[in-house]
DNA sequence: CTACGATTACTCGTCAAGGAGTATTTGGAG
DNA sequence: CTCCAAATACTCCTTGACGAGTAATCGTAG
């Protein structure tokens, strides 16, 4: 089993499914991944998969099998995966989807912080994001109905499905959550009022008192 | 406003939150985020936290106000935000929170490429996912409840809820998911298995037929 | 009082991502 | 037939993330 770190990139696994249909050139992989509308789901862009293949290979999980041009074009490289590459590729593929991993979430950031920024504009802010995200989760469904109406079967819109199913999720807990300051049914409201009402006192956003690590009890 | 590119990193964001409380010097910045937690949603380590002070100098988001040291120790110098700071601060916070972005997930890129698996190992993996998902929502549960119980207000633990929130759809999603595949329900399932059957056509994964862009559509 | 492990506070080098740039060729309009 | 725009197939260079390494100091146990 290779160290983890080799494993950071998901675009290489994405290129490993590509060589084990049919040996092509990197170029061609970027392609057929466009076709198929995996950029939308894995980063992808040329700088990055000319250094994944040349990872690939240096890992031996793919081999060049021949090199042709046509004209004066610069030479392309075919590609083929190996047995080691077809394990190492079932073997990743299977671990991303059988352990959670921890991803950081640009939201979950700003959720965290979200005292440093006074409760009124904060609350406008979360529900601009209901707005955006009632409009976004529209689209998509639009999105996918189409895609089903033309025959597109569900097995290949997967990762669309669970999208939707996050962001649905999302819409729900920020609605409750403005909601909450709104109602004043958060705890912890007054405290932040405090800080930036007009006599509030010390300076905005010292929640020093506030018990530290929730993991350490 | 400054370009997107300098509001990439979301630490630049929470040391800035950092330095809205009173001056510091960069080490203060990482203990104060570790001590509430915050490395848990922002990704923090040294070498990005003194590249990312040094970014916020030369934009002018904050200002070495005085360095000090004690014994031979090396120097610490103390930063304080400055105005150009403070807004640039409230106006990034106030777009994470109303502009949702695209993530790219792990998990997303896997489904994506779940055909490159044959069905049954790919549903082995789902189940797992399905009993870690469970066990890790229950820690947090557990965790959440205990914050709660020691007092720490709801405001200070909204990224948590956040998480958990996202965790327990992801899970009823998975576990559907599983469910059509083991019913046969999940339309393209025959295709799949086909490819991996005993003499199965052609090369597995091969799915050329499918339809290409469903946002072609 | 001294030795050594833990903590403090940073530095540096590596490595990868990402996108702008480049050279070639094909397709089509005039 | 010629010229321009678009597509092809990369290359390169700048940022920036990351963590191993380091030097100084503090605590404390023998």
């Given at each position: 089993m290779?160290?983890?770190?080799t494993r950071?990139?998901?675009?290489?696994?994405?290129?490993?499914?590509?060589?084990?249909?049919r040996p092509m050139h990197p170029y061609e992989v970027?392609?057929?991944?466009?076709?198929?509308?995996k950029h939308e789901s894995i980063r992808l862009n040329?700088?990055?998969?000319?250094?994944?293949?040349?990872?690939l290979e240096k890992r031996q999980l793919i081999?060049?099998?021949?090199?042709?041009?046509?004209?004066?074009?610069?030479?392309?490289?075919i590609?083929?995966?190996?047995?080691?590459?077809?394990?190492?590729?079932?073997?990743?593929?299977?671990?991303?989807?059988?352990?959670?991993?921890?991803?950081?979430?640009?939201f979950e950031a700003a959720l965290s912080l979200l005292p440093a920024l006074p409760p009124d504009e904060a609350l406008a802010a979360l529900r601009q994001r209901c707005a955006t995200l009632e409009i976004e989760i529209a689209l998509l469904d639009g999105a996918v109905a189409a895609a089903r109406a033309h025959g597109m079967p569900r097995l290949f819109a997967l990762e669309s499905e669970y999208v939707q199913v996050l962001r649905r999720a999302e819409?729900?807990?920020?609605?409750?959550?403005?909601?909450?300051?709104?109602?004043?049914?958060?705890?912890?409201?007054?405290?932040?009022?405090?800080?930036?009402?007009p006599g509030g006192e010390r300076d905005a956003d010292a929640h020093s008192d506030v018990p530290t690590d929730p993991q350490s009890c």
């Amino acid at each position: 089993m290779p160290p983890r770190s080799t494993r950071s990139n998901p675009l290489a696994l994405a290129v490993l499914t590509c060589f084990l249909e049919r040996p092509m050139h990197p170029y061609e992989v970027a392609q057929t991944l466009r076709a198929r509308a995996k950029h939308e789901s894995i980063r992808l862009n040329y700088g990055s998969l000319y250094g994944v293949v040349e990872a690939l290979e240096k890992r031996q999980l793919i081999r060049a099998r021949e090199t042709v041009r046509a004209g004066r074009r610069p030479e392309r490289t075919i590609y083929e995966i190996t047995d080691t590459g077809l394990r190492e590729m079932a073997d990743w593929l299977s671990e991303l989807l059988s352990a959670p991993v921890k991803e950081y979430l640009q939201f979950e950031a700003a959720l965290s912080l979200l005292p440093a920024l006074p409760p009124d504009e904060a609350l406008a802010a979360l529900r601009q994001r209901c707005a955006t995200l009632e409009i976004e989760i529209a689209l998509l469904d639009g999105a996918v109905a189409a895609a089903r109406a033309h025959g597109m079967p569900r097995l290949f819109a997967l990762e669309s499905e669970y999208v939707q199913v996050l962001r649905r999720a999302e819409l729900d807990y920020v609605e409750r959550l403005a909601k909450d300051i709104e109602s004043g049914e958060l705890t912890g409201l007054d405290q932040w009022r405090s800080w930036y009402a007009p006599g509030g006192e010390r300076d905005a956003d010292a929640h020093s008192d506030v018990p530290t690590d929730p993991q350490s009890c």
